[in-house]
């Protein structure tokens, strides 16, 4: 069973920017995909943003697009996702997950979650 924890969120004034995290304690890390996907207060679980096993394909939900920016160091078994020009609509707890290889948008397609980590924009 992987474990995921995210760190990095926080408290920003709007326009700024945070840097999330997401460790894994495992090794098969360099071979799962990542996604980031957030709850906003009263709204369903959105998908955010995706990178396949290696960082070579990643895909973001249009909201986000030329704002955030996802990647990964397998070395560290860590990911990452830059959120800059943060927005209000942005305030939302974000969780890491993993599947195996291949990049997805759908939520029940990953396997394994972390406990998430909140942002929180002010305007």
């Known amino acids: 069973q992987v474990q995921l924890v995210e760190s990095g969120g926080g408290l920003v004034q709007a326009g700024g920017s945070l840097r999330l995290s997401c460790s894994a304690s495992t090794r098969t890390f360099s071979r799962d995909a990542l996604g980031w996907f957030r709850r906003a207060p009263g709204k369903e679980r959105e998908f955010v943003a995706t990178?396949?096993?290696?960082?070579?394909?990643?895909y973001y939900t249009d909201s986000v697009k030329g704002r955030f920016s996802i990647s990964r160091d397998n070395a560290k078994n860590t990911a990452y996702l830059q959120m800059n020009s943060l927005k209000p609509e942005d305030t939302a707890v974000y969780y890491c997950?993993?599947?195996?290889?291949?990049?997805?948008?759908?939520?029940?397609?990953?396997?394994?979650w972390g406990q998430g980590t909140q942002v929180t924009v002010s305007s």
């Open positions: 990178i396949n096993w290696n960082g070579g394909a990643t």
């Open positions: 997950a993993t599947r195996p290889w291949t990049t997805a948008t759908i939520a029940t397609d990953f396997n394994s």
